[in-house]
């Protein structure tokens, strides 16, 4: 059974920089690639009364056509589908380079489902059943970070004797190249971003995230371990530490 909780009177607002030169309104384009027509019913409506511009595509194969021909600012992508699941989508929009956010759909409730989906270049993940207010939320915070990142400026950050490129997305160590997941690699961007700076459990969460697990899992735990057997896999010193009750920080002292 579908929860949808539909709230008939959501108060859309309106960004003076979100109109074009000619004072039209660019409203933000969402693609949903589900095969259920029940939900891709409720989102168009839903999210088309918040203002957005909604395209839908109801398989992978079709989904991911669309991405090419519609440009979409965010990706709404259900994991079980036919043929073509939603797994396999984010992993070929990865793998050809696009960076648009994704937000996964899925029925399946165990960390390693989300986990994989993340592994796999997704930016987020809702568990059916879920709240339409819920989905705009996770929807609002993926255009923010896409908005914040589209005004970042630097393209390569340094610390100690890691490098991390932002254009082409590599990450090296004392000149090892580092292979790393696409949600490590923003984690440890926010890190050098903020060297020995203590940073919160909830502020991961909101940057990398888009909102707080607080509770709900140990995702981010499972992330920091990963991250910090990739950087130390070649005897390089412990950077990313933990400040018990505080949260964690990058610093080259132990």
Same mark, same amino acid.
């Given at each position: 059974?579908?929860?949808?909780?539909?709230?008939?009177?959501?108060?859309?607002?309106?960004?003076?920089?979100?109109?074009?030169?000619?004072?039209?309104? &660019?409203?933000?384009?969402?693609?949903?690639?589900?095969?259920?027509?029940?939900?891709?019913?409720?989102?168009?409506?839903?999210?088309?009364?918040?203002?957005?511009? $909604?395209?839908?595509?109801?398989?992978?194969?079709?989904?991911?056509?669309?991405? @090419?021909?519609?440009?979409?600012?965010? $990706?709404?992508?259900?994991?079980? &589908?036919?043929?073509?699941?939603?797994?396999?989508?984010? +992993?070929?929009? +990865?793998?050809?380079?696009?960076?648009?956010?994704?937000?996964?759909?899925?029925?399946?409730?165990?960390?390693?489902?989300?986990?994989?989906?993340?592994?796999?270049?997704?930016?987020?993940? @809702?568990?059916?059943? *879920?709240?339409?207010?819920?989905?705009?939320?996770?929807?609002?915070?993926?255009?923010?970070?896409?908005?914040?990142?589209?005004?970042?400026?630097?393209?390569?950050?340094?610390?100690?004797?890691?490098?991390?490129?932002?254009?082409?997305?590599?990450?090296?160590?004392?000149?090892?190249?580092?292979?790393?997941?696409?949600?490590? *690699?923003?984690?440890?961007?926010? *890190? &050098?971003?903020?060297?020995?700076?203590?940073?919160?459990?909830?502020?991961? &969460?909101?940057?990398?995230?888009?909102?707080?697990?607080?509770?709900?899992?140990? $995702?981010?735990?499972?992330?920091?371990?990963?991250?910090?057997?990739?950087?130390?896999?070649?005897?390089?010193?412990?950077?990313?530490?933990?400040? +018990?009750?505080?949260?964690?920080?990058? +610093?080259?002292?132990?």
């Amino acid at each position: 059974m579908l929860l949808l909780d539909v709230k008939p009177y959501i108060h859309a607002t309106i960004d003076l920089n979100d109109l074009d030169n000619g004072g039209c309104l &660019m409203r933000p384009n969402i693609l949903i690639i589900d095969d259920d027509e029940k939900i891709i019913s409720m989102l168009r409506r839903g999210l088309a009364f918040e203002g957005y511009d $909604v395209k839908t595509a109801s398989n992978g194969a079709d989904g991911l056509r669309a991405v @090419l021909t519609s440009d979409p600012d965010v $990706v709404v992508l259900d994991v079980m &589908m036919p043929q073509v699941d939603g797994f396999e989508v984010c +992993r070929r929009l +990865r793998e050809g380079g696009s960076s648009v956010p994704v937000l996964m759909l899925t029925a399946k409730d165990e960390i390693e489902h989300r986990v994989k989906g993340l592994d796999l270049g997704a930016d987020d993940y @809702l568990v059916k059943p *879920f709240a339409l207010e819920e989905l705009l939320a996770r929807v609002r915070a993926l255009l923010r970070r896409k908005s914040e990142q589209g005004g970042n400026p630097d393209q390569s950050v340094s610390y100690e004797d890691i490098t991390l490129d932002v254009d082409s997305r590599e990450v090296t160590r004392a000149g090892k190249r580092l292979e790393l997941t696409a949600k490590e *690699f923003e984690l440890l961007h926010l *890190f &050098m971003q903020n060297p020995k700076r203590v940073l919160s459990r909830d502020l991961i &969460m909101d940057k990398i995230w888009g909102y707080d697990y607080s509770g709900e899992s140990n $995702v981010l735990e499972v992330y920091i371990a990963m991250l910090r057997q990739k950087t130390e896999e070649h005897g390089g010193k412990r950077l990313i530490q933990t400040i +018990r009750g505080a949260g964690y920080i990058l +610093r080259g002292d132990n």
